[in-house]
């Protein structure tokens, strides 16, 4: 005689059925996890194309500039300027171009008045540019001003004492100061390569 069935034994979980409850369970969060990556590896390689697309446009981009830049003629150095003659006349605001490249340009002579003495003075700005490799002495340069083919002193109000050594590629504007009044007013730059000579009306 068999025992009587539990009244409950219906309700009770059997061995089979949870089996295929966790299962199920696994396989649908491998299949969420499958369609979850299949979405992230198709936007990836949706990033990758537009990537490969761009990167290509803007390397033909590269490629047409460097051409178009290859076919321009290179530009040559500008030449050394030449030397200017020693010891000719100039207008001031000229360039004087010294056997070694240095330079000197003696700007527009203007009147004034001596600070010191009261005396009419002539100021006169002279740019020394040093286009060399080697330091440029301004003691080896000397200047001399002349009024009317005389001599006129050189005043200590401007820069008639300067020493500094110009170092290569630069420049250094003096101003030089002389004591006279209008007229014809010259300006001669004594420089171990060659003489430079300014003239004009002050």
Known sequence: M????????SLAPQPRQLRATYHFGVVSVLGLLVAFGLVVYATWLGVA?????EGATQHVGVTDASA?????????????????????TMDFDQLWTASDGNTIVAGTPTMGTSAETGESVILVPV???NNGERDW??????????????TVPESAEG?????????????????????????????????PNGVALFSGQV
Not at 2 to 9: D, E, H, K, Q
Not at 137 to 150: D, E, M, R, Y
Request: proline fraction near 12%; hydrophobic fraction near 45%; charge should be positive.
């Open 2 to 9: 068999s025992a009587p069935a539990s009244p409950y034994s």
């Open 49 to 53: 194309a537009l990537t490969a697309v």
């Open 68 to 88: 178009h830049l290859a076919s321009v003629p290179a530009v040559a150095a500008p030449p050394p300027l030449a030397a200017t003659p020693s010891g000719i």
């Open 127 to 129: 740019t020394l540019t």
């Open 137 to 150: 002495n301004p003691v080896s340069t000397s200047f001399v001003g002349k009024l009317n083919h005389a």
């Open 159 to 191: 820069d008639w004492m300067y020493r500094t050594p110009i170092v290569a590629h630069t420049s250094v504007t003096l101003t030089k100061v002389f004591v006279a009044g209008p007229g014809q007013f010259s300006l001669t730059a004594s420089t």
